[in-house]
Nanobody
Framework: VQLQASGGGLVQAGDSLRISCTVSTRPFYRLALGWFRQAPGKEREFVAAISWTGRTYYADSVRGRFTISRESAKNIEYLQMNNLKPGDTAVYYC??????????????????????WGRGTQVTVSS
């Protein structure tokens, strides 16, 4: 499983940005997909996740502002980020794990639960 994130950039506070992650699998696997982020000097933290079933989960800090989605047929996941704040500045990483049911009772918000990682994409929000 290989992941490639893209779409990061420099925006102003209050702006919106959508980042995406292309997932390649050979053979085909049912995957849960997620996003984490790491700000300078801080540990990587959970942002959002989406089950193979489509159910979504969010960190409290982004709930209501960020939306995770996926196009399973194309193996692409998106993170739509609205009303961005300077505190959202970080390198954003996409992650995947083989999991064909809802992840609600799993350790999805823990970095070690995910098996596959892409290189990050930088998101910088200026005030």
């Amino acid at each position: 499983v290989q992941l490639q994130a893209s779409g990061g950039g420099l925006v102003q506070a209050g702006d919106s940005l959508r980042i995406s992650c292309t997932v390649s699998t050979r053979p085909f696997y049912r995957l849960a997909l997620g996003w984490f982020r790491q700000a300078p000097g801080k540990e990587r933290e959970f942002v959002a996740a989406i089950s193979w079933t489509g159910r979504t989960y969010y960190a409290d800090s982004v709930r209501g502002r960020f939306t995770i989605s996926r196009e399973s047929a194309k193996n692409i996941e998106y993170l739509q980020m609205n009303n961005l704040k300077p505190g959202d500045t970080a390198v954003y990483y996409c992650a995947a794990v083989r999991y064909n049911s809802d992840i609600g009772n799993s350790g999805y918000n823990e970095e070690g639960w995910w098996n596959y990682w892409g290189r990050g994409t930088q998101v910088t929000v200026s005030s």
